[in-house]
Structures are given as structure tokens and as C-alpha cells.
């Protein structure tokens, strides 16, 4: 009995306890080189997205107005086309004779008048009309030069001259009919004093007006302009 009671024991003692729960840690990947100019790259797409959001508004009217004309639009001035730059050796000079260069002009809408220094009725009526239609555009007026070309040697008279001092003065310079020819030209069958032009804050002639022109209709022409090119252009000139 004694036997087999050891027996039984040493049998029980080689017995394997259960062994212990073997767990793996695996490592996190390390960033890559390629991460990181993945993240690089797609912070420049969202600064070039932001960039494209704030120019949109100044793309958008540049299109509107050089590239996008539908055929149903209608404009009552005529459109120039190609527009005709301001040449650079245009000859300017204020009444006191002074020379004027041409580019001192440019940065704003200029809304111009032609006619002789005497300015007979005509003239006289459509230098009314140039300030009555600028005031009419409210706070848009700033953007639009009134420019009076005075294109022969005739000293204007001093009760026309204090006329056009009454609100916003009018720009008013002396230059030679020839050499303002060679740039604004009037409709078939009309004289250069009998429009109004339209040149750009880039110094481009781009439309004219028809001869005794409705004045609310030039009114809407001009501020459709205006609202195609906001941006364009800096308030007031100096």
C-alpha cells in the first residue's frame, strides 16, 4: 500500500504547471518621408484654395467685362473693339500751359468731353450733362473722372470755367485736335464733339456714346461698368 501511495505521489509531482500567457507588442510605424510631403503638399493646395477664394471676386469681373459678353447683353454706348490705348506721346497741357503726362490720367474711369474752347451751346449742355449723370451714380461718383478736352487754341470763357468748378471740378486740358483724332473717333456722319467718351482706368478708350444721348440710359451704362470693374480702379484721384 505504502508503494503505491508513493507511486501515486511522485506521478502527481510531474505534473507541468500551465504555463504563462506569452502577449506581443508590436510597434507603432514610424512617419515616413512620404508622409510628410504628403502633408506638406496639402498645405499648399489649401493656401492656393484660399488665394483663389479672395481673387475670385476681381478674376470674376475681369471676365465679366474683357472676356464674358453674351449675345443677349445690351449696351446703349458703342463698345470699342479692340479698346485703343491712350497713345503715350498724346500732347497735354492744363489752361496755364503746363505739360500734362498722359499716364497721370490713368487709375480712374475718365468720362470725357470734346469740344473747342469758345464751347458753344452744345458743349455747354454736354459738360451740364457730364456732372448732372456723375452725380446721379450716388457713391459710386468717385470712381469717374469728368475730362475736358479742349482741343483748340481758344481760351475758355471765365463763366463756363466757374460752372464747372460748382461740385467736383472738372479736369480740364488743352490738347491738338490731329493728334486727338488719331485716337477718339466719332460715329459715321458725326463730329469728335458731338460724343461722350469712356476710357478705362487703364488709360483704354473702350466706349462711345451715341450723339445726344439718353441720359438715363448712359446712366446705366456707366453703372453697369462700374459694377463689372469693382476693384479696378482707386477712389478719388489726388
Not at 510531474?14 to 515616413?32: C, G, K
Not at 470699342?80 to 497735354?92: F, K, S, T, V
Request: proline share 8%.
Amino acid at each position: 500500500m505504502s508503494g503505491s501511495n508513493s507511486s501515486d505521489r511522485g506521478s502527481g509531482a510531474e505534473l507541468e504547471a500551465p504555463s504563462p500567457l506569452a502577449l506581443t507588442v508590436h510597434s507603432l510605424p514610424a512617419p515616413t518621408l512620404d508622409d510628410a510631403a504628403r502633408r506638406t503638399a496639402l498645405g499648399r493646395l489649401k493656401m492656393f484654395l484660399i488665394l483663389v477664394v479672395c481673387a475670385a471676386p476681381v478674376i470674376a469681373s475681369y471676365l465679366a467685362y474683357y472676356v464674358v459678353r453674351p449675345e443677349g447683353r445690351t449696351n446703349y454706348g458703342s463698345l470699342i473693339e479692340p479698346a485703343r490705348a491712350m497713345p503715350a506721346a498724346l500732347p497735354l497741357a492744363d489752361l496755364d500751359g503746363r505739360p500734362v503726362a498722359p499716364a497721370s490720367l490713368q487709375g480712374q474711369w475718365l468720362f470725357v468731353v470734346v469740344g473747342g474752347g469758345a464751347c458753344d451751346a452744345g458743349c455747354e449742355q454736354r459738360l451740364w450733362l457730364q456732372r448732372q449723370v456723375r452725380e446721379a451714380l450716388g457713391r459710386e461718383k468717385g470712381r469717374i473722372d469728368k475730362l475736358w478736352l479742349v482741343d483748340d487754341a481758344a481760351m475758355p470763357r471765365a463763366e463756363t470755367l466757374a460752372a464747372l468748378q460748382r461740385g467736383d471740378a472738372v479736369t480740364v486740358l488743352r490738347t491738338e485736335r490731329a493728334a486727338l483724332a488719331a485716337w477718339l473717333a466719332p460715329e459715321p456722319g458725326h463730329r469728335l464733339e458731338e460724343h461722350f467718351y469712356l476710357v478705362d482706368p487703364q488709360g483704354l478708350w473702350m466706349m462711345r456714346m451715341p450723339a445726344q444721348p439718353d441720359p438715363s440710359r448712359l446712366k446705366r451704362d456707366l453703372e453697369r461698368l462700374l459694377r463689372a470693374s469693382a476693384g479696378w480702379d482707386r477712389p478719388g484721384r489726388p
